[in-house]
């Protein structure tokens, strides 16, 4: 099968969080199944170039329709990591890429409608029929309105397209300058509830709404997210259209990278190790201990690797961050912000432990540092308000970092509590609460904290029973495979 992806993430080259491991992960292993697969991404200037190998120029006149004119687009083709990218540069006063940034401007609708045409008329003007096109979040949802209204007319007859939601929180809701910005001109049969009109603000148009409305199949990213946003009140104002869609929408839990995300193989590291061998583990906490000065003492360290974000539970990380250090243990956080307030928050908590011997927080984003955390750690938190599917538990367990998360989403369909879960022990593997307060996470915590003191053995047993779990893309691959077959025998 032939398969284009669209995406404004793939990792490393272009990470702001799950998304961008999900379509490098995905990717790989669609292409190990003999799949033939490619990924147009933005070209940003803040992209990591030094992990693109072989970039040229592969298109240098690619006009791209906008409102009454035409933007002149250079596109690039380079290898990330053995994986096949496109890159679009336009030329023009907008800058759209050109924002030491990927999201958080205020004319990111703009700038994602604009990548989703160009993408589209690159595919067109470079001669390229894939059986699917896989898009992903709201950056890509006019894709496939594109497609059908527009490009199926110039000759793209052949595509299906899979649309895959990360997270229903941001929408890409929008006015109706995109409409007339993208050469969707038919405003009133556009701005109709059954297609591009948002549920609530009627005078906007929703662009995930849009893709979910136009999509052959729309998936998401784990079991339970796919039940709660179809079944409880957590999708943002979209249950109406999940429901319209539901015989088209699914969950495959996603996977991890293997081949990125090992302690057996992993180069970021000092030392290697598995459940097998797990000396290595204990190399690796000392170093954690050494890069951030923390004192060597027998204590656990708990780490949260993240976004910081409202959906993350801001106040259930700071609380952990006090009850950790209070009750015997070291604290490490790898974790940024965009949001000032959330931003300062954490630079205040940092100052408060910046003598502390038992706490670093490390306000940064660093790829490479995040594998010696997860490998140095003994316990990872996720307490988040919700969670789409969440890879740093998945990571976490890979590496022997025993989970505490919050039963929501993804997190509930991948850890096993080790007291409660309805698994023999050899199938549990972490922590679970579900209050979203104070008192839910401390449940969690005691018991973990108080195992790893107490009974050593069976802490340890629990962390090689995560080590052994296989969330790789094995099965969803085979899961996204089905799909495409789906839609392409349509
Ligand atoms: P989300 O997609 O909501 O951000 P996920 O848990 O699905 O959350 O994925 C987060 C990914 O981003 C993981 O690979 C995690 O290691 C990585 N990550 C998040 N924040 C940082 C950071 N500050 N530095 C390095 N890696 C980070």
């Known amino acids: 099968m032939y398969i284009v992806m669209v995406s404004s993430e793939c990792a490393p080259v272009a990470k702001v969080g799950g998304l961008g491991d999900v379509v490098f992960g995905l990717c790989r292993e669609l292409e190990v199944r003999g ?80 990548f989703s045409r160009a993408a589209l008329e690159f595919m067109l003007k470079s001669n390229k029929h894939p059986d699917i096109i896989h898009c992903h979040d709201w950056q890509t949802g006019l894709v496939p309105v594109m497609l059908y209204e527009i490009y199926k007319h110039l000759g793209m007859t052949h595509p299906r397209v899979c649309y895959t939601l990360h997270n229903l929180q941001h929408q890409g809701v929008t006015g109706e300058h995109i409409l007339r910005a993208t050469g969707l001109n038919r405003h009133s049969y556009f701005f109709h509830q059954d297609r591009l009109q948002d549920n609530f603000n009627h005078a906007a148009i929703n662009q995930m709404k849009a893709g979910i409305v136009y999509s052959n199949f729309v998936t998401t990213v784990s079991p339970r997210y796919a039940w709660e946003i179809m079944h409880s009140g957590q999708n943002y104002g979209l249950g109406h259209t999940l429901h319209v869609h539901r015989n088209k929408v699914g969950g495959i839990l996603n996977g991890v990278d293997y081949e990125v995300w090992n302690p057996e193989i992993d180069r970021h590291i000092p030392s290697q190790y598995s459940a097998d061998k797990l000396d290595g583990k204990f190399a690796n906490k000392k170093a954690l201990r050494d890069r951030f000065w923390l004192r060597d003492a027998f204590k656990p360290i708990v780490t949260y690797i993240g976004r910081l974000d409202h959906q993350k539970g801001v106040p259930l990380i700071t609380h952990a961050i006090h009850y950790c250090i209070q009750h015997g243990c070291q604290f490490v956080l790898l974790g940024t912000s965009p949001d000032g307030r959330i931003a300062n928050h954490f630079w205040g908590l940092k100052r408060q432990y910046n003598d502390n011997p038992d706490c670093h927080l490390e306000l940064s984003f660093n790829e490479e540092l995040s594998h010696l955390i997860y490998a140095g750690s003994d316990m990872i938190l996720v307490p988040s308000l919700f969670e789409p599917c969440g890879l740093t538990q998945m990571i976490g367990l890979k590496y022997g970092a025993v989970p505490i998360v919050r039963a929501t989403g993804g997190l509930a369909d991948t850890v096993f509590d080790a007291n409660h879960a309805p698994k023999p022990y050899h199938e549990r593997n972490g922590y679970v609460f579900n209050d979203f307060n104070a008192a839910g996470i401390e449940s969690a915590l005691q018991r973990a904290i108080g195992m790893w003191y107490s009974y050593p053995n069976h802490f340890s047993e629990l962390m090689v029973n995560g080590m052994r779990y296989d969330y790789s893309w094995k099965n969803p691959g085979q899961d996204y495979m089905n799909v495409y077959d789906l839609i392409c025998e349509k």
């Open 35 to 114: 799949n033939s697969v490619e990924i147009i991404l933005p070209k940003y200037d803040c992209l990591r170039y030094d992990q693109i190998f072989g970039l040229q120029i592969t298109h240098k006149d690619l006009w791209v329709p906008w409102y009454n004119q035409s933007i002149h687009c250079t596109v690039y083709f380079g290898f990330v990591h053995g994986r096949k990218c496109f890159f679009i540069e336009p030329h023009s006063d907008h800058n759209f890429f050109h924002r030491r940034m990927f999201y958080g401007q205020g004319d990111d609708d703009q700038r994602f409608a604009f």
